[in-house]
């Protein structure tokens, strides 16, 4: 059975940092893109960045560009989102996913965690 676990959610003031995690068991990700997505209530989940299996492409929503890292640790089976200069705007739960990349980029299966709050006061 595969299972995804994040981490690192919290509260922390705008212009401040979070690392959440997503650890993986049940398969290896090592031959599996890697996404984030996050979602606020009444609201569509979004796609927030992915990375392919390799870590050597990845992709972003222009609204998190230059100041969100994906990456990936294959010997650790996890994900990281390195989350710099929050804003407000960035308060959601952060939803990891198990998916694929392909000539459209990212492409969400149904392998999800069970979410990680993130808060960020204005």
């Known amino acids: 059975q595969v299972q995804l676990v994040e981490s690192g959610g919290g509260l922390v003031e705008a212009g401040g940092s979070l690392r959440l995690s997503?650890?993986?068991s049940g398969r290896t990700i090592s031959s599996a893109a890697m996404g984030w997505f996050r979602q606020v209530p009444g609201k569509?989940?979004?796609f927030v960045a992915a990375i392919t299996w390799s870590g050597s492409?990845?992709?972003y929503i222009d609204s998190v560009k230059g100041r969100f890292t994906i990456s990936r640790d294959n010997a650790k089976n996890t994900v990281?989102?390195?989350m710099n200069s929050l804003?407000?705007?960035d308060t959601?739960?952060?939803y990891c996913n198990l998916g694929s990349w392909g000539h459209r980029g990212y492409g969400p299966n149904d392998y999800?965690?069970?979410g990680t709050q993130v808060t960020v006061s204005s």
């Open 87 to 89: 804003k407000f705007e």
């Open 44 to 46: 569509e989940r979004e």
């Open 22 to 24: 997503c650890a993986v």
């Open 80 to 82: 990281y989102l390195q």
């Open 92 to 94: 959601a739960v952060y």
């Open 57 to 59: 492409r990845t992709s």
């Open 112 to 114: 999800w965690g069970q």
